[in-house]
């Protein structure tokens, strides 16, 4: 479809616009996004950005049809980079000093050196508390001055202090572990547990010492983090950029940006080796400074957090809301050579970026991308040093025609921070078995890719149901291409019916509004949703109807990535098999996940028919099975399995059910016996295989795999039928209960049953009583209300006798 009604929201404008490219034949999109700084493993946050980046990617490749040239960047040195490096290097050879040691003294300096790190910890971070606080008064000290900053309103500041609360807490019960082992055997738990208040503390004293020219020690723990991540996104079914860019890579160009920068009259050096961005020199030349976030210009906080941990605070600039594009390095911190200085230094991070992305896509971007958190004052700064580096007099560039800032994901109203640590990793998330990568992406495709999105129980749930309709439909799909049934009369007479067709065209029109409106993907989940519901309500859906929406539907949710990359197994078979069907297309792709492995394939679907045709022969049956017919029934078109099969777990399960099938019938066994065996094959071999038969009416019984959504809907109904089963039960021995002292209040005869004297003193002929046990008369109205009592003892006793005559 013609992409010219392509609307994107564009930071830039704050609304949506008209998306245009700057190649002439409107075919090629360039586009750079900011990448993660790879310091520690990747988090549910660096997946939100990604996914969401990767879906706008694959709609604008695979349904709008644009060639798309993705370029990111991987920041491998940055102030982060710089502590975090430092921090492992000092930890590794702190530790090896101790290990080194005799145990009984290494456990010694490990103290000291443990109270010292504490101390420096709490003058640092928590300054309401006295840096000498004994260790067993620092808990109840920490609660009660910091009690109304923690329990006040929660923001990003207050996630900090309680993150540093728990890092001096854990430092703590670290030492008091270790001085409790005077033998060493702590020490490595010690130095793991603690380092968060450890590690700062060896860098205070030692950080400067370290080697600026030894680059190796900066960049190791980059590209540790780097292969990691990009594992992490790859299991994401995250596509690979065209290009990665790593700020390393690119000093030169990024030194040559710079002196550009300066000759211009934008840029200044300083004394300590920095060269910062001249804002009031920008402005006067007719440039707009910030452009994505005016509001934020003065926002020092925001500022500061640009410039770095290691920003130097005495540098000397011109204006406050100048910015770094070079930073002249202080002893510890990575150096290289430049023009403008002997002290040698290091990129500014908004620099690395602007460089990356003009060497590798040129003056004009079509798409720059990067989570929300980086317009102000990232990418402001990055457009601002573009503009200048590409602007000729009297002439401005606009280097990025498009901004694609994606939403936070939050964590209960909170970003999601490793600074803060308040995250998740991906590889703790996918280990809880509730949990999928596909289910994820789900997630982010019923939000909108430029909100803030919190995974809550509700979206987990929206999420869990809209995947388990497609597994339905595709399982329906699977099992129509396997076994097509024939079209009947009365299907053609119900083609004036609404039919699948129209529902298709209107859903590819839906969604097709739904893209060009800025990538509105919730809407296109609807649509998708929609389209199933209504294929699932008509009485008559041809073969060939259901195949076609099914390659549709494939179609999209491919592009939408929640198919694997690449996947191209035919629908109901395993890859380069043929199946034939009524109009079957053999380019009908999966989805993923509900086709069962191709080696059970021929065993299991074998078991299921032989399962289905004995069901309907003993279901149909009198009172006596035809244990003859059966057995013909269960000899007929035994399967011949090939040679590599004979061992497979799957094909031992059907032999085994058929065996037991035919010992069964051998020995003459009953409806109930053989019906039993039946479900143990659906609810134990099978189960244990992962693959469950889903019993229909009239109809085969669908094979399907038993995933963690099917698993879910399972235990659910098993539970549900356990507490139907539970309450049933309570309430017939409710019944019971209530029968049985029933039947204890009949036994009595009429005439004893005001018969006691603890209320009564005299009684008629009757045994009505005429006098309460004080002698007092009864009264006419209480005498009244006694014989009425009576005669209903009486009616209550004559039934009990007469039923106890019947016994």
Request: net charge negative; with cysteine.
């Given at each position: 479809?013609?992409?010219?009604?392509?609307?994107?929201?564009?930071?830039?404008?704050?609304?949506?616009?008209?998306?245009?490219?700057?190649?002439?034949?409107?075919?090629?999109?360039?586009?750079?996004?900011?990448?993660?700084?790879?310091?520690?493993?990747?988090?549910?946050?660096?997946?939100?950005?990604?996914?969401?980046?990767?879906?706008?990617?694959?709609?604008?490749?695979?349904?709008?049809?644009?060639?798309?040239?993705?370029?990111?960047?991987?920041?491998?040195?940055?102030?982060?980079?710089?502590?975090?490096?430092?921090?492992?290097?000092?930890?590794?050879?702190?530790?090896?000093?101790?290990?080194?040691?005799?145990?009984?003294?290494?456990?010694?300096?490990?103290?000291?050196?443990?109270?010292?790190?504490?101390?420096?910890?709490?003058?640092?971070?928590?300054?309401?508390?006295?840096?000498?606080?004994?260790?067993?008064?620092?808990?109840?000290?920490?609660?009660?001055?910091?009690?109304?900053?923690?329990?006040?309103?929660?923001?990003?500041?207050?996630?900090?202090?309680?993150?540093?609360?728990?890092?001096?807490?854990?430092?703590?019960?670290?030492?008091?572990?270790?001085?409790?082992?005077?033998?060493?055997?702590?020490?490595?738990?010690?130095?793991?547990?603690?380092?968060?208040?450890?590690?700062?503390?060896?860098?205070?004293?030692?950080?400067?010492?370290?080697?600026?020219?030894?680059?190796?020690?900066?960049?190791?723990?980059?590209?540790?983090?780097?292969?990691?991540?990009?594992?992490?996104?790859?299991?994401?079914?995250?596509?690979?950029?065209?290009?990665?860019?790593?700020?390393?890579?690119?000093?030169?160009?990024?030194?040559?940006?710079?002196?550009?920068?300066?000759?211009?009259?934008?840029?200044?050096?300083?004394?300590?080796?920095?060269?910062?961005?001249?804002?009031?020199?920008?402005?006067?030349?007719?440039?707009?400074?910030?452009?994505?976030?005016?509001?934020?210009?003065?926002?020092?906080?925001?500022?500061?957090?640009?410039?770095?941990?290691?920003?130097?605070?005495?540098?000397?600039?011109?204006?406050?809301?100048?910015?770094?594009?070079?930073?002249?390095?202080?002893?510890?911190?990575?150096?290289?050579?430049?023009?403008?200085?002997?002290?040698?230094?290091?990129?500014?991070?908004?620099?690395?970026?602007?460089?990356?992305?003009?060497?590798?896509?040129?003056?004009?971007?079509?798409?720059?991308?990067?989570?929300?958190?980086?317009?102000?004052?990232?990418?402001?700064?990055?457009?601002?040093?573009?503009?200048?580096?590409?602007?000729?007099?009297?002439?401005?560039?606009?280097?990025?025609?498009?901004?694609?800032?994606?939403?936070?994901?939050?964590?209960?109203?909170?970003?999601?921070?490793?600074?803060?640590?308040?995250?998740?990793?991906?590889?703790?998330?996918?280990?809880?078995?509730?949990?999928?990568?596909?289910?994820?992406?789900?997630?982010?495709?019923?939000?909108?890719?430029?909100?803030?999105?919190?995974?809550?129980?509700?979206?987990?749930?929206?999420?869990?149901?809209?995947?388990?309709?497609?597994?339905?439909?595709?399982?329906?799909?699977?099992?129509?291409?396997?076994?097509?049934?024939?079209?009947?009369?009365?299907?053609?007479?119900?083609?004036?019916?609404?039919?699948?067709?129209?529902?298709?065209?209107?859903?590819?029109?839906?969604?097709?509004?739904?893209?060009?409106?800025?990538?509105d993907t919730p809407t296109a989940m609807k649509v998708i949703s929609e389209l199933v519901s209504e294929c699932k309500n008509m009485?008559?859906?041809?073969?060939?109807?259901?195949?076609?929406?099914?390659?549709?539907?494939?179609?999209?949710?491919?592009?939408?990535?929640?198919?694997?990359?690449?996947?191209?197994?035919?629908?109901?078979?395993?890859?380069?098999?043929?199946?034939?069907?009524?109009?079957?297309?053999?380019?009908?792709?999966?989805?993923?996940?509900?086709?069962?492995?191709?080696?059970?394939?021929?065993?299991?679907?074998?078991?299921?028919?032989?399962?289905?045709?004995?069901?309907?022969?003993?279901l149909s049956a009198g009172e006596k099975v035809d244990n003859n017919a059966l057995g013909k029934l269960i000899e007929k078109d035994?399967?011949?399995?090939?040679?590599?099969?004979?061992?497979?777990?799957?094909?031992?399960?059907?032999?085994?059910?058929?065996?037991?099938?035919?010992?069964?019938?051998?020995?003459?066994?009953?409806?109930?016996?053989?019906?039993?065996?039946?479900?143990?094959?659906?609810?134990?071999?099978?189960?244990?295989?992962?693959?469950?038969?889903?019993?229909?009416?009239?109809?085969?019984?669908?094979?399907?795999?038993?995933?963690?959504?099917?698993?879910?809907?399972?235990?659910?109904?098993?539970?549900?039928?356990?507490?139907?089963?539970?309450?049933?039960?309570?309430?017939?021995?409710?019944?019971?209960?209530?029968?049985?002292?029933?039947?204890?209040?009949?036994?009595?005869?009429?005439?004893?049953?005001?018969?006691?004297?603890?209320?009564?003193?005299?009684?008629?002929?009757?045994?009505?009583?005429?006098?309460?046990?004080?002698?007092?008369?009864?009264?006419?109205?209480?005498?009244?209300?006694?014989?009425?009592?009576?005669?209903?003892?009486?009616?209550?006793?004559?039934?009990?006798?007469?039923?106890?005559?019947?016994?």
């Amino acid at each position: 479809m013609a992409p010219t009604s392509l609307r994107v929201f564009d930071s830039l404008v704050k609304d949506k616009t008209s998306f245009s490219t700057s190649d002439p034949n409107g075919k090629t999109v360039t586009w750079y996004t900011c990448g993660p700084t790879v310091y520690d493993e990747a988090h549910l946050g660096h997946c939100r950005s990604a996914i969401s980046i990767d879906i706008l990617r694959r709609i604008m490749r695979d349904y709008f049809g644009f060639s798309v040239r993705f370029v990111m960047n991987v920041t491998d040195i940055d102030d982060k980079i710089i502590l975090r490096s430092r921090y492992q290097y000092l930890g590794t050879r702190l530790q090896k000093e101790l290990e080194s040691m005799e145990k009984t003294k290494a456990v010694t300096e490990a103290t000291s050196i443990g109270r010292a790190a504490i101390k420096h910890y709490l003058s640092t971070h928590l300054p309401l508390l006295p840096s000498d606080i004994a260790l067993e008064a620092y808990s109840v000290e920490a609660k009660r001055l910091y009690h109304d900053l923690v329990n006040g309103e929660q923001t990003d500041q207050t996630a900090k202090l309680e993150m540093h609360m728990k890092n001096c807490q854990s430092g703590i019960d670290a030492l008091v572990a270790l001085e409790s082992v005077s033998d060493g055997t702590a020490l490595s738990d010690f130095l793991h547990k603690a380092k968060d208040v450890i590690h700062p503390y060896l860098d205070y004293l030692y950080g400067t010492t370290i080697d600026s020219q030894d680059h190796g020690i900066f960049t190791g723990i980059a590209q540790k983090y780097e292969k990691l991540y990009f594992d992490d996104m790859r299991a994401l079914n995250v596509l690979d950029p065209d290009v990665i860019t790593r700020a390393t890579e690119f000093i030169p160009q990024m030194i040559k940006f710079v002196e550009r920068i300066i000759t211009k009259g934008f840029a200044y050096p300083t004394a300590d080796g920095s060269v910062y961005f001249d804002i009031a020199a920008f402005e006067k030349a007719g440039h707009p400074y910030p452009r994505l976030e005016p509001g934020n210009r003065n926002n020092s906080a925001l500022r500061a957090d640009g410039e770095g941990t290691l920003a130097n605070k005495s540098a000397v600039k011109r204006n406050d809301v100048d910015f770094a594009l070079w930073k002249g390095s202080r002893p510890g911190e990575p150096a290289w050579p430049t023009p403008w200085s002997k002290i040698g230094g290091r990129p500014g991070w908004h620099l690395e970026c602007s460089v990356m992305a003009s060497e590798v896509l040129g003056s004009e971007i079509d798409i720059h991308s990067g989570g929300e958190d980086l317009r102000f004052p990232h990418h402001d700064n990055e457009l601002a040093q573009s503009t200048a580096y590409w602007s000729t007099e009297g002439k401005s560039a606009p280097w990025v025609n498009h901004f694609l800032h994606t939403g936070h994901l939050g964590i209960q109203g909170l970003k999601m921070s490793k600074s803060l640590k308040n995250f998740i990793t991906l590889r703790d998330l996918f280990k809880r078995p509730d949990w999928t990568h596909r289910l994820l992406r789900i997630c982010f495709l019923l939000g909108a890719w430029h909100d803030k999105i919190e995974i809550t129980d509700e979206i987990f749930k929206t999420a869990v149901a809209w995947e388990s309709k497609m597994n339905n439909f595709f399982l329906q799909a699977l099992d129509c291409a396997r076994s097509p049934q024939t079209a009947t009369a009365e299907a053609d007479a119900t083609r004036d019916k609404p039919s699948a067709l129209a529902s298709l065209e209107r859903a590819k029109n839906g969604l097709h509004e739904a893209l060009c409106d800025s990538f509105d993907t919730p809407t296109a989940m609807k649509v998708i949703s929609e389209l199933v519901s209504e294929c699932k309500n008509m009485t008559s859906l041809s073969d060939t109807d259901l195949l076609t929406v099914s390659k549709w539907l494939t179609r999209i949710v491919t592009i939408f990535g929640l198919n694997p990359e690449g996947e191209e197994a035919v629908l109901g078979q395993g890859k380069g098999e043929q199946l034939q069907g009524p109009a079957f297309d053999s380019q009908i792709l999966v989805w993923h996940g509900v086709e069962i492995p191709f080696a059970a394939q021929e065993p299991i679907y074998a078991a299921a028919k032989l399962r289905d045709d004995v069901r309907q022969h003993v279901l149909s049956a009198g009172e006596k099975v035809d244990n003859n017919a059966l057995g013909k029934l269960i000899e007929k078109d035994q399967p011949q399995p090939k040679a590599e099969e004979n061992s497979t777990k799957y094909y031992t399960a059907a032999t085994e059910f058929r065996t037991r099938m035919q010992q069964l019938v051998s020995e003459n066994a009953s409806k109930k016996e053989i019906l039993s065996l039946c479900d143990d094959f659906r609810d134990i071999q099978l189960f244990s295989l992962d693959i469950y038969l889903e019993d229909r009416e009239d109809l085969p019984a669908l094979v399907r795999p038993l995933d963690a959504s099917l698993r879910r809907a399972l235990a659910e109904r098993k539970a549900t039928a356990i507490a139907a089963a539970a309450a049933k039960a309570k309430q017939k021995a409710e019944n019971i209960e209530k029968q049985l002292a029933r039947d204890e209040q009949a036994k009595i005869s009429p005439g004893e049953l005001f018969r006691d004297k603890a209320l009564y003193s005299e009684w008629d002929e009757l045994g009505i009583p005429t006098r309460d046990v004080n002698g007092k008369e009864i009264t006419k109205s209480a005498r009244k209300k006694l014989i009425k009592l009576q005669e209903r003892q009486t009616k209550l006793h004559e039934e009990w006798l007469g039923r106890n005559r019947t016994q």
